[in-house]
């Protein structure tokens, strides 16, 4: 048996020396066949070594017939076998000295049946009787932008000949889940620098990766989608070490009801476990919970600033009274305050704003700023000098001709402040909102969105100050 000296779960998965793929097709556009293109395109930097018994080269790539071929222990081992040739593959892979195995193929407990059951079995025995660690099955893989490990087949990247990057990890027990966080991330200007997802969790969990990758240095932010809950103590020290570097730790957990416990087991075999235990994690370590990928996204571009809300104090700037009435409603229900304007500051708004206007914030700038934009840039500059405002919220929609002036304004106005800054821009084209999030001003396509995006920001760092822990 080759031998290899231990190394921690994050190093084999996203600083890998060695990759092999057993079972790598020579066609690109199969599953089998992804994870060799994606390591080609994105430049890998290591030993890639294709196993396929068919071929002697795949994908122009030289190739082994069989792991124990190649004769050199390998880190990564990327098992891309129909659910009935993987025991033996994992077999071959510890006696082989691999370090990690990412196994693809569902078709195991997640289905049920007494075929798929005994496969599981076989791999549990596996995890438990060698040293090699295991990801899935019935996963998507993982990625690392730093070292351009690709090792997934994920369709997010057919078409993608570069990859954003932002020092945010992203681990997901659904590869779906997962995959339509990080594209949605994408879409909104950002991106992920350490992605896996595991499955069915025969071994390695979220939280073990997550607690890898918070002890990170290039690490500032982490999201974590959980189905079931099999060891509360590895998210509890995952948590306790997001806390301790004051890095916001956003968590998505199925199961909250007994139907969603039921689709739970039907997706990965999971038991949901009690949600009360979990919610009471989320509390102690100040963690951030969102309840769909919809509201992670918006988390993450909140914090993805590394702004300090020194209170829950809200100003809202609009050019609609209806529409800033529906933030406030949201704000105040979220836990922000909306405080009416008063004295000298209100005075010295209301020469600023047209007659019609209202300077009791909500600031209602009213249509009357598409005829003079630059009224919007002296609001701003009065607000974020506000000594009660924490936080800013602009509300706008459509205009679409002329906005390149107000995107002007807010680009600068979110440049002058170090307060968290947000933008709802509602209908148009949306070009605007593209080229706000690609600034990396928090833009939304709702006030709603972007008042609970701000409420979590709000609520972490008063957790953290009440912890002796700055942002």
Same mark, same amino acid.
């Given at each position: 048996m080759l031998i290899q000296p231990e190394r921690l779960v994050d190093e084999l998965l *996203?600083?890998?020396? =060695?990759?092999?793929?057993?079972?790598?097709?020579?066609? @690109?556009?199969?599953?089998?066949? %992804?994870?060799l293109d994606y390591l080609r395109r994105f430049g890998f930097a290591g030993k890639i070594y294709p196993v396929n018994a068919n071929r002697e080269v795949v994908q122009g790539v030289p190739a082994f017939r069989s792991l124990t071929d190649i004769g050199v222990p390998v880190d990564l081992a990327l098992v891309v076998t129909p659910a009935a040739s993987v025991p033996a593959a994992l077999i071959e892979c510890a006696s082989a000295g691999v370090g990690i195995a990412v196994v693809f193929a569902s078709g195991f407990s997640e289905i049920g049946g007494a075929d798929a059951d005994a496969l599981q079995r076989e791999l549990d025995r596996i995890v438990s009787t060698t040293s090699l660690r295991v990801i899935g099955p019935n996963c998507l893989g993982a990625f690392a932008v730093p070292t351009s490990t690709f090792a997934t087949f994920s369709s997010a990247f057919d078409e993608a000949s570069d990859v954003s990057d932002d020092p945010i990890g992203l681990v997901s027990q659904s590869g779906a889940v997962g995959s339509f966080i990080y594209s949605t991330l994408v879409g909104c200007g950002a991106g992920v620098r350490y992605f896996a997802n595991t499955g069915n969790e025969s071994d390695v969990t979220v939280p073990e990766v997550l607690l890898n990758l918070l002890r990170r240095d290039d690490v500032r932010m982490a999201i974590g989608h959980i189905e079931g809950l099999r060891d509360p103590?590895?998210?509890?020290?995952a948590a306790q070490t997001a806390l301790d570097s004051a890095k916001p730790l956003i968590v998505l957990k199925a199961g909250r009801t007994s139907e969603g416990q039921r689709a739970v087991a039907a997706h990965t075999a999971s038991v949901a476990g009690i949600d009360s235990e979990f919610e009471d994690i989320v509390r102690r370590y100040g963690l951030v919970r969102v309840h769909g990928? !919809?509201?992670?996204?918006?988390?993450?571009?909140? *914090?993805?600033?590394?702004?300090?809300?020194?209170?829950?104090?809200?100003?809202?700037?609009?050019?609609?009274?209806?529409?800033?009435?529906?933030?406030?409603?949201?704000?105040?229900?979220?836990?922000?305050?909306? !405080?009416?304007?008063?004295?000298?500051? %209100?005075?010295?708004?209301? #020469?600023? &704003?047209?007659? *019609?206007? =209202?300077?009791?914030?909500?600031?209602?700038? #009213?249509?009357? &700023?598409?005829?003079? @934009?630059?009224? &919007?840039?002296?609001?701003?500059?009065?607000? =974020?000098?506000?000594? %009660?405002?924490?936080?800013?919220?602009?509300?706008?929609?459509?205009?679409?001709?002329? =906005?390149? !002036?107000?995107? !002007?304004?807010?680009?600068?106005?979110?440049?002058? #402040?170090?307060?968290p800054f947000a933008v709802s821009w509602t209908g148009g084209s949306g070009r605007p909102r593209q080229k706000l999030l690609k600034l990396g001003i928090p833009t939304y396509t709702d006030p709603n969105r972007a008042v609970r995006a701000l409420s979590h920001l709000a609520r972490h760092t008063s957790f953290l100050a009440d912890e002796g822990r700055g942002l």
């Open positions: *996203f600083e890998p020396r =060695s990759i092999a793929i057993i079972g790598a097709s020579d066609d @690109p556009a199969k599953i089998s066949g %992804r994870p103590a590895l998210l509890v020290r990928m !919809e509201d992670a996204v918006d988390a993450v571009l909140a *914090f993805r600033p590394e702004r300090r809300c020194a209170g829950r104090r809200l100003t809202i700037v609009t050019l609609s009274g209806g529409a800033a009435a529906l933030a406030t409603d949201a704000a105040v229900e979220a836990g922000l305050a909306v !405080e009416e304007w008063n004295g000298e500051a %209100r005075q010295d708004m209301a #020469t600023i &704003l047209p007659s *019609f206007g =209202s300077s009791a914030n909500p600031l209602d700038l #009213t249509g009357a &700023l598409l005829n003079d @934009p630059a009224m &919007l840039a002296a609001v701003l500059d009065s607000v =974020s000098r506000h000594d %009660r405002t924490d936080m800013v919220l602009v509300v706008l929609g459509n205009a679409d001709r002329g =906005s390149e !002036e107000i995107v !002007e304004c807010l680009r600068r106005a979110y440049a002058t #402040t170090d307060k």
